[in-house]
């Protein structure tokens, strides 16, 4: 009774102390969950060049960001579309003050006619051509509102773009329904629908599961209740401690409070296991202090080696990834506080005693024959499983040399994502809506011609325009009237660069009002704006350097000319250039940390790195195949590595304790071998199925990334766990050296070797 006694004496305090806190956890719950918010460009640090060039370009030219609106029918002749940009531009009544949701608004009309009417006064082809894939589409009818965001938008991108569906009901013969909307300033707006607005229903799905199968499992609805309590706790613990740490929290790292649900239940199964398997030789309370004092190791264990692969994730640059690996970890090792001190005192206070429970369950009876099965005939066959898994391991590392990586629009919703539609079809019928920001700084501009520094914009733009991948671009020199050649000889050709030199330095302010042109410590930055189309999947990396070697080439006799390249593409690439690296650092770095916990575990250092291999192989199967089939790694997938490696080493650690256990009586490796079977062989199949099946339930997600996570893992713990039943045996029949009995493991707290005996 001693061994239990602080769950009597502290029970009733301990079950109030956490009812107590609840509410304050439920209150940091709520505020994580209502400042949910995504913003792809926000992924990586200020300290990378790519940020830092694109918060210098905002700073002198203003967001890149844009919002195109359409609708069928939406041609230079139609009114609705010069109502529509007039409705969008004007203020909104926000709690009594005035808000300017959009900063800018230019529509194709308006951008046609100020390019054939005076001062410019082009021909009306010309005009057509400089505005397509722009503004115009290629029939040169079907046009659009151009619309961007304000600083106060910045602020609430959500009510700017409900502000641009609201004002179509402002126009006669047009509703929000006939709107296609698309553009950055949409993006994450999008993401935060996809993610948060399937969330809750996914919860409840995922709760449904996760009941079912303990429910089938146990038998039992107080034990069923006390587990999930425990789980429900401990996810919304992990969204209590983002938000009181001041972390916002973003559609990735709602996966680490579902994670930690998962788990909690899956540690909760483990130690109520225990505890069912001491009531057939204890009375219930004395069954709760066995239990703990068995689970006790194994749980710390599996927490701590969790743990560190979710910590692992910290070494990427991605704040997402970086952020979602911290706060799992931090979650999880919480989880196991509440876990080892909450579950025994309920388990204790409300005791769990039905009479199913005090013999073996029709389940475990049923697996009695396989376990005696794999037992008998695993030492026979120790060698070729250790064989084909080292070739499995092999083949797999060759695919994982394949992978490659994607950070673009369309990996983060499905392919009939409405977002995903509206962007095909305006690119399709009026232009691209991905940005590349070129912006050429011209050294002592005072030393060039008006016109000539205009000739040097328009040839520079011209090469961007002839890269492949680029769709469309405009700069000044879109908005300037007809460039005379150079070289053009006579007295009617110097009177006419004299009137377009004129004509272009009296506009000089209009294009610094346009934000195509800035003057800084007497530099001239002239802005070139290009567009890639998002649904071309275009190698960045590629169109990078290809972008770069045009403008070289044009600027090879302006060596006064410097150009500087920024936008969403540029830092895309990074995003996708450091996911790879994050994912071989992140994965090698918990390889590295769960092999010394393992060696230190099984007291040799070539039985604790072969035993890694049933735990990396699931994780090396799937990215090899995803490396052979061409599969891209993005975000969702990118998380599974890590993390899967750190949950997959729960199981083996709980079938290595009761090995060890094993051994340390007397038993034969083989004797071992079966008593780490009939211990926890179950658990692990229950546990297993409660994390996969529970995580699948997310795989409905309409936001991709958290339904790849979801896939992903469900395949990888079920892959591990056939690796931890097959593989993890043989090698510790393989390598494991047997060591002399003892009779001092129970009294360490490592449990009762003979409990079934």
């Known amino acids: 009774m001693s061994q239990s006694s602080w769950q009597d004496r502290f029970g009733w305090f301990i079950l109030v102390f956490f009812l107590a806190i609840t509410p304050i956890v439920m209150i940091g719950t709520k505020g994580a969950w209502d400042g949910i918010k995504n913003r792809v460009e926000d992924w990586l640090p200020e300290t990378f060049e790519e940020t830092q060039r694109l918060i210098w370009f905002y700073e002198r030219f203003g967001t890149d960001e844009l919002l195109m609106v359409s609708w069928k029918g939406c041609t230079l002749e139609d009114p609705r579309v010069a109502q529509y940009a007039q409705a969008i531009a004007a203020a909104d009544e926000v709690e009594g003050e005035e808000v300017v949701w959009f900063g800018e608004v230019v529509t194709g009309p308006e951008a046609l006619n100020s390019l054939t009417s005076e001062p410019l006064e082009l021909p009306k082809n010309l005009a057509l051509e400089r505005l397509e894939h722009w503004l115009i589409g290629e029939n040169g009818d079907q046009t659009c509102v151009v619309a961007v965001v304000s600083a106060q938008g910045e602020e609430d991108r959500a009510a700017a773009i409900e502000y ?4 179509a009901d402002r126009v006669e013969g047009l509703s929000r329904d006939d709107l296609i909307i698309a553009g950055t ?5 999008a993401i935060d629908k996809a993610s948060k607005g399937s969330l809750a229903a996914l919860n409840l799905g995922s709760f449904g599961v996760c009941i079912l199968i303990m429910a089938i499992s146990f038998r039992s609805a107080r034990a069923t209740i006390i587990v999930f309590v425990l789980a429900i706790f401990c996810e919304q613990l992990s969204m209590a401690i983002m938000y009181y740490s001041g972390q916002q929290m973003d559609s990735v790292l709602t996966l680490a409070s579902n994670l930690t649900y998962v788990l909690s239940i899956s540690s909760g199964v483990h130690l109520m296991n225990y505890y069912r398997e001491s009531l057939a030789e204890r ?7 066995w239990a703990l004092r068995s689970a006790l190791v194994p749980c710390l264990l599996s927490a701590g080696t969790t743990a560190v692969g979710m910590m692992s994730l910290t070494v990427s640059q991605i704040r997402p990834v970086t952020n979602f690996g911290f706060y799992a970890a931090v979650s999880i090792l919480s989880a196991a506080v509440v876990l080892l001190i909450w579950m025994p005192a309920a388990m204790y206070k409300f005791p769990i005693d039905p009479e199913t429970w005090h013999h073996k369950s029709k389940s475990a009876s049923r697996l009695q024959p396989i376990w005696e099965m794999l037992s008998r005939n695993m030492n026979s066959a120790k060698w070729p499983i250790f064989g084909v898994s080292l070739v499995a391991l092999s083949v797999s590392l060759l695919g994982v040399q394949k992978i490659s990586t994607s950070a673009q629009l369309h990996d983060l919703f499905w392919a009939d994502a409405p977002i995903l539609q509206d962007y095909d079809w305006l690119e399709e019928n009026v232009g691209p809506l991905i940005p590349i920001e070129v912006v050429l700084r011209i050294d002592q501009p005072e030393g060039i011609q008006t016109d000539e520094r205009f000739r040097i914009i328009d040839h520079v733009q011209q090469s961007i325009e002839g890269v492949d991948g680029i769709s469309a671009t405009m700069s000044a020199a879109t908005f300037a009237p007809v460039i005379p050649p150079k070289d053009e000889k006579g007295f009617r050709a110097v009177m006419r660069r004299a009137s377009i030199r004129k004509i272009l330095e009296g506009r000089l302010p209009r294009y610094v009002d346009m934000n195509y042109l800035r ?12 567009r890639v189309r998002a649904a071309d999947r275009l190698n960045y990396g590629a169109l990078m350097e290809r972008l ?29 250039s450091e996911m790879l690296g994050d994912l071989i650092k992140s994965f090698g770095l918990a390889f590295v940390m769960i092999a010394i916990i393992m060696m230190i575990l099984l007291r040799n250092v070539v039985t604790g790195l072969f035993s890694m ?3 990396v192989l699931p994780t090396l199967l799937a990215f090899g195949t995803m490396g052979y089939l061409g599969v891209q790694v993005e975000i969702g997938s990118l998380l599974t590595a890590s993390a899967a490696l ?29 008593l780490a079977y009939d211990h926890c062989g179950l658990a692990m199949i229950q546990t297993s199925l409660i994390c996969s099946l529970g995580l699948l339930v997310f795989a409905l997600s309409p936001f991709t990334p958290v339904s790849r996570f979801a896939f992903l893992m469900c395949g990888l713990l079920l892959t591990a766990l056939l690796c931890d039943l097959l593989i993890l045996p043989a090698i510790l029949l393989c390598f494991t050296k047997k060591p002399k009995p003892t009779t001092e493991s129970s009294e360490a707290g490592l449990g009762d070797v003979h409990a079934e005996e």
């Open 185 to 189: 300033t949409l993006d994450g707006v």
């Open 519 to 530: 003057i800084e410590d007497g530099d001239e930055l002239w802005r070139i704006s290009a």
């Open 164 to 167: 641009a569906y609201e004002a």
């Open 283 to 289: 009375s219930a309370k004395e069954s709760v202090g």
């Open 548 to 576: 770069r070697a045009g403008v070289d080439q044009s600027l090879k006799d302006y060596p006064s000319v410097q150009p500087i390249y920024s936008g969403s593409v540029p830092l895309i690439f990074k995003a996708q």
């Open 646 to 674: 750190g949950i997959a080493v729960d199981d083996s650690l709980h079938f290595i304790s009761w090995f060890n256990k094993g051994l340390r009586a007397g038993k034969s490796k083989v004797e071992a071998t079966r």
């Open 613 to 615: 291999i049933p735990n």
